[in-house]
T-cell receptor, first 113, second 118 residues
Framework: DAGVTQSPTHLIKTRGQQVTLRCSPK?????VSWYQQALGQGPQFIFQ???????QRGNFPDRFSGHQFPNYSSELNVNALLLGDSALYLC????????????FGPGTRLLVL | AQSVTQPDIHITVSEGASLELRCNYS??????LFWYVQSPGQGLQLLLK??????LVQGIKGFEAEFKRSQSSFNLRKPSVHWSDAAEYFCAVGAAHAGGTSYGKLTFGQGTILTVHP
């Protein structure tokens, strides 16, 4: 049973560019959440997708957008990249129940130059 | 708003010694509480979770945590640390779905880096 997978593992971009990160949830999971983890910090919630809609959003600008596909996989898009967007981007999947437990993927390391 | 404080940025213990990592949370209702561990350059692995019931929760790798509502704490413990436990540990709080406006979102602490000396 595959866990949460993310691609790519590493990415280097320059300021102003756009990036797309991908996530495949754990088998049986229908909800995907995205987190940003800056160096030396705890993960910060970006948004969550359920039934192909953004269910909840954290304090991130509109440059951060996402999508969920019918097979529950998800993409995170970041436009107009800033140096400060350099971070580890973590995807977590879960099954929508009152006692939801999120399982994390290995992350995508993004470096913005 | 929910928040988590992990007072200890870095803890060093000797192999075989006991361990306690502190976590204090702020949340208006009964929280869902989690401990995750992260090895360098890796994602987060779930160690244990508390939703309700017994306040002493057992997890993987010999870890346990105790929920103390009166102290708003959820400290992680292990009686005998192994060198392979060296990693960064994160406490997180989530909200129940029913009536919660922030359900689904996990709020993490800053993390505690654990170093294990042989």
């Amino acid at each position: 049973d595959a866990g949460v997978t993310q691609s790519p593992t590493h990415l280097i971009k320059t300021r102003g560019q756009q990036v797309t990160l991908r996530c495949s949830p754990k088998s049986g999971h229908d909800t995907v959440s995205w987190y940003q983890q800056a160096l030396g910090q705890g993960p910060q919630f970006i948004f969550q997708y359920y039934e192909e809609e953004e269910r909840q959003r954290g304090n991130f600008p509109d440059r951060f957008s996402g999508h969920q596909f019918p097979n529950y996989s998800s993409e995170l898009n970041v436009n107009a990249l800033l140096l400060g967007d350099s971070a580890l981007y973590l995807c977590a999947s879960s099954f929508r129940t009152p006692q939801e437990t999120q399982y994390f993927g290995p992350g995508t390391r993004l470096l913005v130059l | 708003a929910q928040s988590v404080t992990q007072p200890d940025i870095h803890i060093t213990v000797s192999e075989g010694a006991s361990l306690e990592l502190r976590c204090n949370y702020s949340y208006g209702a009964t929280p869902y509480l989690f401990w995750y561990v992260q090895s360098p350059g890796q994602g987060l692995q779930l160690l244990l979770k508390y939703f309700s019931g017994d306040t002493l929760v057992q997890g993987i790798k010999g870890f346990e945590a105790e929920f103390k509502r009166s102290q708003s704490s959820f400290n992680l413990r292990k009686p005998s640390v192994h060198w392979s436990d060296a990693a960064e540990y994160f406490c997180a709080v989530g909200a129940a779905h029913a009536g919660g406006t922030s359900y689904g979102k996990l709020t993490f602490g800053q993390g505690t880096i654990l170093t294990v000396h042989p």
